[in-house]
T-cell receptor, first 114, second 114 residues
Framework: DQQVKQNSPSLSVQEGRISILNCDYT??????FLWYKKYPAEGPTFLIS?????DKNEDGRFTVFLNKSAKHLSLHIVPSQPGDSAVYFC?????????????FGKGTRLHILP | DAGITQSPRHKVTETGTPVTLRCHQT?????MYWYRQDPGHGLRLIHY???????DKGEVSDGYSVSRSKTEDFLLTLESATSSQTSVYFC?????????????FGNGTRLTVT
């Protein structure tokens, strides 16, 4: 049972345009959501996050939108740049006994086309 | 890479042999984690640690054990490697755990079990 779903394995976007990466979740206990970015041969790096009490969080070119009723979040990158080509992981966090439990999606590979 | 060193970076081993992967951090973070990344599965938690000699199992812990005798080192051991354990292994650290302390990942160890 996949609790965090990234249904698009890959996405190609023209440089300068908007990239929209989507993520769906099933567990209502998730109260915090994160996006990580990963380049080949490197570890994932934290990109942006959002609490379940908000519906939008913005950081420069990156904006994450949360629709709790639809259990859906999306990451918008505007404008897309060549360095944005990477794999993006959506992650969701739920309270645990001693530490929050973080579940990752399978990732979406973003290709920025020149 | 937030002061995280994983060793070795690459390893090829035979089925049935024991393997130990090392994660060393210089950040003095309390929480440490081992993840594996596989195509079609994203990142899955193997084991984690809240501090010295304080560890717990993640979602895919079968066939793995861990030890943490010092704050800076977290070892992952495959007692008897199997081909299904061929994967890329990532160590991650977190200052205080929880949703407000994003994970910082090392650059991974690519393990091939033949």
């Amino acid at each position: 049972d996949q609790q965090v779903k990234q249904n698009s394995p890959s996405l190609s976007v023209q440089e300068g345009r908007i990239s929209i990466l989507n993520c769906d979740y099933t567990n209502s206990m998730f109260d915090y959501f994160l996006w990580y970015k990963k380049y080949p041969a490197e570890g994932p790096t934290f990109l942006i996050s959002i609490s379940s009490i908000k519906d939008k969080n913005e950081d420069g070119r990156f904006t994450v939108f949360l629709n709790k009723s639809a259990k859906h979040l999306s990451l918008h990158i505007v404008p897309s740049q060549p360095g944005d080509s990477a794999v993006y992981f959506c992650a969701a966090s739920a309270p645990g006994e001693r530490d929050d439990k973080i579940i990752f999606g399978k990732g979406t590979r973003l290709h920025i086309l020149p | 890479d937030a002061g995280i060193t994983q060793s070795p970076r690459h390893k090829v081993t035979e089925t049935g042999t024991p393997v130990t992967l090392r994660c060393h951090q210089t950040e003095n973070h309390r929480y440490m984690y081992w993840y594996r990344q596989d195509p079609g599965h994203g990142l899955r938690l193997i084991h984690y640690s809240y501090g010295v000699k304080d560890t717990d199992k993640g979602e895919v812990s079968d066939g793995y054990s861990v030890s943490r005798s010092k704050t800076e080192d977290f070892l992952l051991t495959l007692e008897s490697a199997t081909s299904s354990q061929t994967s890329v292994y990532f160590c991650a650290i977190s200052r205080q755990g929880g949703k407000n302390s994003p994970l910082h990942f090392g650059n991974g160890t690519r393990l091939t079990v033949t």
